[in-house]
């Protein structure tokens, strides 16, 4: 208040004439409570999208087949035979008539994986999560929601000639489905172990997932060769379906991937089985009757011959590479870490092969048809085998050779280096312009 002026408000502390105070705390109760609605809104968004975008192409195929076949039947059985091939990618066994079919088709496996990831680091995002707390929020909600989508079609898809168990699909779908949220939310949210990992078990890791992936190329080419050499008896096989064909060969495509890991078998050694008591090997092929289909017409039905058996020691010659690889990219580890690293690569490649072994193989009727595929124990087993030693080796010898080769370039260093005279201390001990 001044002497002769008049009184003013003075604004209460804490606050200016241009500021206001925010109650930090009811903020953050606001906030609070807005996420729980953001996660539920979000998770339901993302969940039915992730559904849709996999399962509309595989809808519009159906119809379309149905239309070409004279559309015949209740479209009822349409929308079911859609859920059941939607089904089947989630490696969920289903029965079509007398056929039990529980080979997943990888190629929309994968697709499913994707979007899944997708649909969960969308959810992580949407509620700002940055912890761990958030991606078990975001990834447990998309579970649950898509589990119960994946529930409940297999209860719509139990009609006329098809039928799920409800029990054993969810026991083949939700660890694909945690999988898959827990490693999207994960990486939206940058808590994914890989990034407090060590330096070798990051290089061992990715060495790992390398050589897997190079073998899988080669397996990948191999079914591409085995496709061109019986080209007639495959197009003989597609001309049996006439205008189905289309249907046939897009099947085919599908399971394609399924093709290049039972080749990646066949170059490791194990092989892989086309029915019950079958195996087909570099060495030996015991096969029976098959059934019409583009993909058994292209299977080999002879020993390989003598000048292709190289193809057997493509493991060991490419886990020997990335061996060296590791080696030269690990200048900084010491033996034991850089010996450790290329354990844990073979044992990362030995794993991936294993397990996608597991993935392509399963049944596609009950008696003949009840075993195909690799056998997934076999497959690791023998690739670890070939991977320990092409790795482990390569990166020991190699580390041998690059200890000598760094000594060599210090000891050129040292004798060519031109010693630098010291620059003046002071001003008075400079030369003079």
């Not at 579970?143 to 009609?159: D, E, F, N, P, Q």
């Not at 189905?244 to 890991?261: D, F, G, H, K, T």
Request: net charge neutral; proline share 6%; hydrophobic share 55%.
């Amino acid at each position: 208040m001044s002497d002769g002026g008049s009184a003013v408000d003075a604004p209460p502390r804490g606050r200016t004439a241009d500021t206001e105070v925010v109650d930090t705390a009811a903020y953050a109760k606001r906030t609070k409570a807005k996420r729980p609605r953001a996660l539920l809104a979000s998770a339901l968004a993302t969940t039915v999208w992730a559904a849709t975008v996999v399962f509309t192409p595989i809808l519009v195929i159906v119809i379309l087949g149905w239309w070409q076949a004279g559309a015949q039947g209740a479209v009822s059985t349409v929308a079911a035979a859609a859920g059941i091939a939607w089904l089947s990618g989630h490696g969920v066994p289903v029965d079509i008539g007398p056929l039990h079919l529980s080979i997943a088709p990888l190629a929309l496996t994968v697709l499913v994986f994707w979007r899944l990831a997708k649909a969960a680091g969308g959810t992580t995002r949407a509620i700002g999560g940055r912890d761990a707390a958030a991606v078990r929020a975001a990834a447990g909600l998309v579970t649950i929601l898509y589990t119960g989508l994946v529930a409940g079609a297999a209860a719509l898809s139990t009609t006329g000639p098809f039928a799920v168990d409800l029990l054993p699909a969810l026991l083949h779908a939700v660890p694909l489905i945690v999988a898959a949220t827990a490693f999207g939310a994960a990486r939206e949210a940058g808590v994914l172990p890989w990034d407090t990992a060590s330096v070798w078990m990051r290089r061992g890791l990715r060495t790992g997932m390398t050589t897997a992936g190079a073998l899988l190329a080669a397996g990948a080419a191999a079914t591409g060769v085995a496709f061109a050499v019986r080209g007639p008896a495959v197009a003989d096989t597609m001309g049996l379906y006439g205008n189905e064909s289309w249907i046939v060969a897009l099947l085919s495509l599908l399971y394609l991937p399924n093709c290049a890991v039972w080749a990646t078998a066949y170059i490791t050694g194990p092989g892989f089985a086309v029915g019950a008591g079958t195996t087909v090997q570099a060495s030996m092929v015991e096969l029976g009757p098959l059934p019409a289909f583009p993909v058994f017409a292209a299977v080999p039905g002879a020993n390989l011959s003598d000048y292709a058996t190289i193809l057997i020691g493509l493991p060991l010659m490419l886990a020997a590479v990335f061996g060296v690889v590791l080696t030269y990219r690990s200048p900084d580890l010491r033996v034991p870490r850089v010996t450790t690293a290329a354990t844990v690569a073979a044992a990362t490649a030995a794993a991936v092969l294993g397990l996608l072994s597991y993935l392509s193989g399963g049944a596609a009727g009950t008696n003949l048809m009840a075993d195909l595929g690799p056998d997934p124990l076999a497959v690791a087993g023998v690739a670890a085998v070939q991977f320990v030693i092409g790795l482990v080796g390569a990166a020991l010898i190699a580390r041998l050779f690059a200890v000598h080769r760094r000594a060599a370039e210090a000891e050129l260093v040292r004798r060519d280096t031109v010693v630098i005279p010291e620059p003046a201390p002071n001003r008075d001990d400079a030369l003079p312009y």
